[in-house]
C-alpha cells in the first residue's frame, strides 16, 4: 500500500510539473462571489490601513484592494465601523453585506508556521514540553510576510516584518506553509472558525482532512478569508495545542459598534506544568486532569512561581473607546471575563457580527471568541465617575467549568487596565456582583445582523428527527474493541454511535468512494440536495444510572439500539463545548431541561449563529446549517480531554459532490503527506517509546 501511494504522488507531481497544473485548490474559484472589476483596467483601488490594526507601529498590515478600481474607497471612520469599502452607484461591503455568497477582492497573503520545542516558562513555572510555532509562547508566531500583488497581472513581491499574529483582510487569500521541527509528534492546524468553502483539505484535522505532517517535512494550506473578526489556529495533533501550538488569527473588516482604538487579541487560557500527553491517562482513567494556572497572552503569575506579582496589563485613554478581541483557547476552562467598574459593549460572537448589546461581564466558552468595545470611562457602582488609574482585568473560572483544584483555583485578576502609562501599581478594585454560572452569553442577545439566507424551515416533530439525535455520554469498553489495544478498558466520550478513534495514515478525504466506513470513524452521511438544512439535536442528559446500559438513538440508522452509553453519578455531570467545522449553524435551542416534545420549541427567525455552542449538563442544544460546503466535517467537544477520549464524529456532507470535486491534482499534496508520514512512522528510532506495543492512545483529533 505505501509503495503504490509513493508511486501515484510521484506520478501525480510529474503531471503537474509537466502541465502546470496546480498543487492545490484555487480559492479563487469557490462559491463566495466577486464584485465583477474585469472593466477596472486602473487596477488603483482603496489601498489603507486597516483600523483595527496592531498596536506595535512596526508591524506593517495594509489591505490591498487596488484590483477593485479606484472608483472604490475606504469608508471605516471612529464614527462608522459598519462600513468597510464604498463603491460606485452607492455599492458597499459592509456589516450588512451576506459574507456568506460575497466578499471583496484582497490579495494574496503568505505566512510560514514553524511547529518546535521549548521549555515554556509562562507563569514562574517552567513546563519542559512546550510545542508552540516559532520557539514563541505566544509571541511573534509570523516571522515574515510576503504579498504576492497582481497589478495588470505583473507578479510582483515584497517581503514585509509582520505583527505578533496572523492577519489578513476581509477577502484575501491565505497561503500559510506549517513546517514541522517537532521530534517524536507530527502535526495539522486548524483555522478555526474559518468556513473553509469547497476547501475540505485545508481545514487540518489529521485522519479526517490529511495525514499528520512527520517531522521534518512542510504542508502548505491555502484557503480564502470569507469571513471577517478574530480567531484562532491551534494543532488538531492530539493534545498538542494544550502544550503551546496557538495564536491568533484577525481577518479586518467592518464591526458593528464604533471605536477610537484597537488593542492586539487578548488569548485567556488555563495552563498545566505538565504535558496534555503526560496527563492524558488521568482521563483514561475515569478523572478529569487537573490545570494549573490561568494565561493572558502567554503571561500568567502562579503562586509560589519565580514570577510573583507579574501580570498582562494594557493602557487605556480617558473618554475612548477600545475593541477589545477576546478568544478563549483553553483546555477545559470557561472564563467570565470582565474589567472592574466597566462595561463592554458586545458585538461580534465567534465570527458572526450581531446587534451590539451592553454589559459588564462577558461568559467566553472554550473556542468562542467575543469583539466588544470598552469606553474608558470607569463609574462607581452608585454611577458616579471613578478617577482611579488601575482596574483589575478579570478571568473568572466559572464553576463548574473548569478542572482547577479545589483550594488552588488561581487568582482570577490576571490582568491590569492602566489610566497612567508606565504605571506598576497593583488596583484596588472589586468584582461587580454579576452572575459567574457556567452558561453561555443569553440567547436573546445574540442577534445576527445578516439575516438573508437564514430563513429556516421548521423541522418536523421531535419524533420524526430520529437520526438527528445525538447523544453525549461515557462508552464503557467493549470487549475486543478497546483502544488503543483491543483488550483495553479504558471509558470514552462519545457522541452518536461510539467513541471516535481515526487512523493518522487512513484519512477520511482518501476514502470518498466507500458506502461503508469504519465505525471507529464515527462517519455521519449527510446526502441532501443542495442548500436543504441538516439539523442536528444534541442531548446532554446525563442521568445518574450507575452500571447499567441504556436505550440511545442510533445517529444516522434507522432503528434504535442499545448501547453501552453510561453515566456514572456526578462525576460525568459536565458541560460541553460543542464545535463545528465547515460552516456556522444556527443556534435553534439551547436548553438546560430535559429533551422531549414539551420542550423542543426551536427559534427559526433569525436565531443566534456561531461555531462553538455550550452543550448544558441535563439539557440540549438544537442546530441547523445548509447543506452548502461539501465535506468530512468534525464536530467535538472542544473540551481537549473530552475530544482525546473520542467526543466527536464526523458529518459526511454530499459525498458525491465531495468526491468529484476532489481531483487528482487536490489531493496530490493529501497522499504526498501521507506518503512522508507513513515513512517516518515506520522508523521505529522515531518513536518517543520504540517499545511501546502501540503508539496512539487518544482519539487522534
Known amino acids: 500500500m505505501k509503495l503504490l501511494r509513493d508511486c501515484w504522488v510521484a506520478l501525480l507531481d510529474l503531471f503537474n510539473a509537466v502541465t502546470l497544473g496546480p498543487s492545490f485548490h484555487d480559492p479563487d474559484t469557490q462559491q463566495v462571489l466577486d464584485t465583477d472589476f474585469a472593466s477596472n483596467a486602473d487596477n488603483d483601488g482603496p489601498v489603507f490601513t486597516p483600523p483595527s490594526r496592531p498596536q506595535d507601529p512596526d508591524a506593517v498590515l495594509t489591505c490591498d ?9 475606504s469608508c471605516s471612520t471612529p464614527t462608522s465601523r459598519a462600513c468597510w469599502l464604498a463603491g460606485p452607484g452607492g455599492q458597499e461591503y459592509n456589516i450588512l453585506t451576506n459574507y456568506e ?3 471583496p477582492t484582497g490579495i494574496l497573503r503568505k505566512y510560514t508556521l514553524t511547529a518546535d520545542e521549548i521549555n515554556i516558562d509562562a507563569d514562574g513555572v517552567p513546563m519542559p514540553y512546550g510545542k508552540v510555532f516559532d520557539r514563541k509562547y505566544p509571541g511573534k508566531w509570523i516571522r515574515k510576510l510576503s504579498v504576492l500583488f497582481l497589478p495588470k497581472l505583473a507578479l510582483q513581491f515584497e517581503t514585509i516584518e509582520t505583527n505578533p499574529h496572523a492577519e489578513a483582510c476581509w477577502g484575501d487569500t491565505l497561503e500559510i506553509t506549517v513546517k514541522n521541527k517537532l521530534r517524536f509528534n507530527g502535526t495539522t492546524i486548524h483555522w478555526h472558525g474559518l468556513r473553509q468553502l469547497e476547501s475540505l483539505e485545508m481545514d487540518g484535522v489529521n485522519g479526517v482532512t490529511q495525514c499528520p505532517i512527520a517531522p521534518g517535512e512542510s504542508y502548505t494550506y491555502r484557503f480564502r478569508a470569507a469571513q471577517y473578526g478574530t480567531s484562532w489556529y491551534h494543532s488538531h495533533y492530539s493534545l498538542q495545542y494544550g502544550d503551546g501550538m496557538a495564536g491568533p488569527l484577525t481577518i479586518h473588516g467592518p464591526h458593528s459598534s464604533d471605536y ?3 488593542k492586539d487579541p487578548i488569548l485567556m487560557t488555563d495552563w498545566n506544568h505538565r504535558s496534555g500527553f503526560q496527563d492524558f491517562h488521568i482521563e483514561l482513567g475515569g478523572a478529569a486532569p487537573p490545570m494549573d494556572s490561568i494565561l493572558l497572552n502567554g503571561q500568567g503569575s502562579y503562586a509560589g512561581g519565580a514570577r510573583g506579582g507579574f501580570k498582562y496589563n494594557t493602557t487605556f485613554e480617558r473618554g475612548k473607546k477600545y475593541l477589545l478581541r477576546l478568544i478563549n483557547t ?13 462595561n463592554i459593549t458586545v458585538m461580534s460572537s465567534d465570527f458572526v457580527p450581531i446587534h451590539p448589546y451592553v454589559t459588564d461581564h462577558v461568559v467566553v466558552g ?7 468595545v470598552v469606553e474608558a470611562n470607569p463609574k462607581n457602582p452608585d454611577g458616579k465617575p471613578n478617577n482611579g488609574t488601575a482596574f483589575w482585568m478579570r478571568t473568572i473560572p466559572s464553576p463548574g467549568c473548569h478542572n482547577f483544584q479545589l483550594g488552588g ?7 491590569i487596565v492602566y489610566y497612567k502609562k508606565g504605571s506598576t501599581e497593583y488596583p484596588f478594585t472589586a468584582r461587580g456582583g454579576y452572575n459567574i454560572d457556567c452558561r453561555d452569553e443569553p440567547f436573546d442577545k445574540l442577534r445576527p445582523f445578516v439575516a438573508e439566507g437564514w430563513d429556516i424551515p421548521k423541522p418536523g416533530p421531535l419524533d420524526t428527527l430520529n437520526e438527528d439525535v445525538f447523544d453525549v455520554g461515557v462508552d464503557l469498553p467493549i470487549p475486543g474493541r478497546g483502544h488503543p489495544l483491543p483488550n483495553d478498558t479504558f471509558v470514552r466520550w462519545a457522541i452518536g454511535p461510539r467513541n471516535l478513534y481515526i487512523n493518522f495514515s487512513d484519512p ?14 464515527v462517519v455521519i452521511p449527510k446526502n441532501l440536495p443542495e442548500g436543504k438544512w441538516i439539523y442536528m439535536i ?8 450507575p452500571n447499567k446500559a441504556r436505550l440511545t438513538i442510533a445517529a444516522a440508522h434507522p432503528v434504535s439500539r442499545i448501547s453501552d452509553r453510561f453515566y456514572l453519578s456526578k462525576k460525568y455531570l459536565h458541560t460541553f463545548k460543542i464545535h463545528l467545522h465547515g460552516h456556522d449553524f444556527a443556534l435553534l435551542q439551547q436548553s438546560t431541561k430535559p429533551l422531549n416534545e414539551t420542550t423542543f420549541n426551536p427559534k427559526l427567525d433569525n436565531p443566534p449563529r456561531r461555531d462553538v455552542v455550550l452543550l448544558p449538563a441535563n439539557g440540549f442544544v438544537a442546530i441547523a446549517f445548509k447543506a452548502d460546503n461539501p465535506g468530512a466535517w468534525l464536530i467535538h467537544c472542544h473540551i481537549a480531554w473530552h475530544a482525546s477520549s473520542g467526543l466527536a464524529m464526523q458529518i459526511l456532507e454530499s459525498q458525491d459532490a465531495l468526491r468529484k470535486m476532489m481531483t487528482p491534482a487536490r489531493l496530490a499534496p493529501v497522499e504526498k503527506g501521507c506518503a512522508t508520514w507513513d515513512r517516518w512512522f515506520s522508523d521505529s528510532r522515531n518513536l518517543w517509546d520504540r517499545n511501546v506495543s502501540f503508539f496512539q492512545d487518544d482519539s487522534g483529533v
Not at 366 to 372: D, E, L, M, W
Open 538 to 545: 444534541i442531548d446532554g442528559n446525563l442521568k445518574s444510572i
Open 260 to 262: 477610537d482604538v484597537p
Open 65 to 73: 484592494y487596488s484590483r477593485m478600481g479606484r472608483e472604490w474607497k
Open 409 to 415: 483555583i488561581p487568582d482570577e485578576r490576571q490582568g
Open 330 to 342: 483553553s483546555v477545559a476552562t470557561t472564563f467570565v471575563f470582565a474589567i472592574d467598574n466597566h
Open 508 to 521: 477520511t478525504i482518501l476514502n470518498l468512494e466507500k458506502t461503508q466506513w469504519n465505525e471507529d470513524y
Open 101 to 103: 455568497t460575497k466578499a
Open 366 to 372: 472554550i473556542g468562542q471568541r467575543y469583539h466588544v
